[in-house]
Structure formats: structure tokens, C-alpha cells
């Protein structure tokens, strides 16, 4: 019997949502922390893209693009392209919270061109993470419905590649922002009174990777306590 209580799924409860909870608090924090470090402006008066072309340059890394991309918190480094994109609020601006997060995506430029062993994992797993989020429910809700086991199994293990590349990413994440604040500080890109700024900045974004592993996690454990004895039983 399927562990439900009430009406509830009682796994659902118990583990899923107050990693949910801690993703929608890290989302909220991260929000919050960047808004209120990106009215503080730099004294250098130095710009987000300007400050990504000088981790590049201290790193040595030659031929990244640096393009302004629409939206909010859109930043990000494209590896396919190599090029950093960064968003209408980070591109033009010389505030702190702005400086830390386009020296994060050029740290990310950085460990593309070093071949950083944890970031080429995540490029290489993307593949198998596309399939296993797209395959893995309806195995197993199929093979739930038809009572057979291997399916079952199959599509938890499918799964599984969510939570594997979530587990590759932090480790990619947090490697970018030392790399950013390293550079911020050896470039006196920020004043000593600024840099907490931006690393606060980073540290509230690095939570919401944190918490999105928690959520693959949490969800993994849940489906392997509701289906993996049925799998087990009728393999």
C-alpha cells in the first residue's frame, strides 16, 4: 500500500516540501540581497561587463565574448558560444551586487577555458539530465499502472541524472564564485568595505543551488520509498 494519509502523500510532506519551502527562501534571498547591493555603486564606478573583462584578462583567457542579454538575473555563460551574457541590470552597471555576479559568469568563462573537471561532467551529462526529466514519471507511472517492476526501476534510475547533474552543478557554482571573489580582491576590483557586498551576493545565490539539490534529492528519496519496493518485488 502506497504510503497516503488522508488525502496526502505523506513522503510529499515530510520531505519534498520544506525543501521546497528552502528553495522558495533562497529564491526570495537572493532576490532581495541583489537588490539591495545593486543600489550601492562602486567608487571604481566600474560596470558589471567591465568587471567580467577584468577577471578574463587576470586569468588569461582570451577570445570570450561579453554581450548584454533582456531580463532580470539572466546571467550566464554559454559555453556552446563562449560568450557571457549579462542582463540589462549587471551589463551597464557599477553597483557591487553587479561587479560580484558578472565576475561569477566570467569565473565560469574561466573554468571553460582551464578544462575544469566538475564543469565538462556537467556538459556531458546534459544529454542523459534532457532524457531522464522528460522519461522518467511516465516510466514509472506506466509502470505502475501495468504492475511491472524493471520499468519502474528504469524510470527512478532516470531520474536519478536530474539529481546527478544538480549534484555536479554546486560544486561548478561555488568553484565560479571563489574564483570571482578571489579576482575582485587580487584586482582591487571593489574596495575592502564593498567586496562583503558582493560576496554576500554570491552566497545568497549560491544558496539556491543548494536548495535545488535538496529539492532533486528529496524528490529522488520520495519516489524510491513510494515505488522502488514494487519494483524490486515484481523484477
Known amino acids: 500500500m502506497l504510503p497516503y494519509y488522508y488525502g496526502f502523500d505523506y513522503y510529499y510532506l515530510v520531505l519534498v516540501l520544506p525543501c521546497i519551502v528552502l528553495a ?7 532576490k532581495s540581497t541583489f537588490g539591495r547591493y545593486s ?20 586569468n588569461g583567457v582570451l577570445g570570450v565574448r561579453i554581450e548584454r542579454v533582456a531580463g532580470n538575473l539572466t ?6 558560444q563562449n560568450v557571457i551574457r549579462l542582463s540589462q541590470s549587471v551589463y551597464d552597471s557599477p553597483s557591487v551586487a553587479s561587479i560580484g555576479v558578472a565576475a561569477h559568469e566570467a569565473g565560469h568563462a574561466v573554468q571553460y577555458a582551464i578544462g575544469y573537471g566538475p564543469m565538462k561532467l556537467r556538459a556531458a551529462i546534459i544529454p542523459l539530465t534532457n532524457l531522464g526529466s522528460t522519461l522518467a514519471l511516465p516510466l514509472i507511472l506506466i509502470g505502475f499502472i501495468f504492475n511491472y517492476g524493471p520499468l519502474i526501476t528504469i524510470g527512478i534510475a532516470f531520474f536519478g541524472f536530474s539529481t546527478l547533474f544538480q549534484l555536479v552543478t554546486l560544486p561548478v557554482e561555488l568553484d565560479a564564485s571563489r574564483r570571482a571573489l578571489a579576482a575582485i580582491r587580487s584586482g582591487g576590483l571593489l574596495y575592502d568595505d ?3 557586498m558582493a560576496r554576500k551576493t554570491l552566497t545568497a545565490a549560491a544558496m539556491t543551488y543548494v536548495a535545488a539539490l535538496a529539492v532533486s534529492l528529496a524528490q529522488l528519496l520520495r519516489l524510491i520509498l513510494l515505488f522502488g519496493g514494487r519494483g524490486r518485488r515484481d523484477e
Open 24 to 30: 522558495l527562501w533562497a529564491q526570495f534571498k537572493v
Open 39 to 58: 543600489q550601492v555603486m562602486s567608487r571604481r564606478h566600474m560596470t558589471g561587463a567591465q568587471a567580467a573583462a577584468a577577471v578574463l584578462r587576470a
Open 75 to 80: 546571467d550566464h555563460f554559454d559555453p556552446r
Open 194 to 196: 564593498e567586496y562583503p
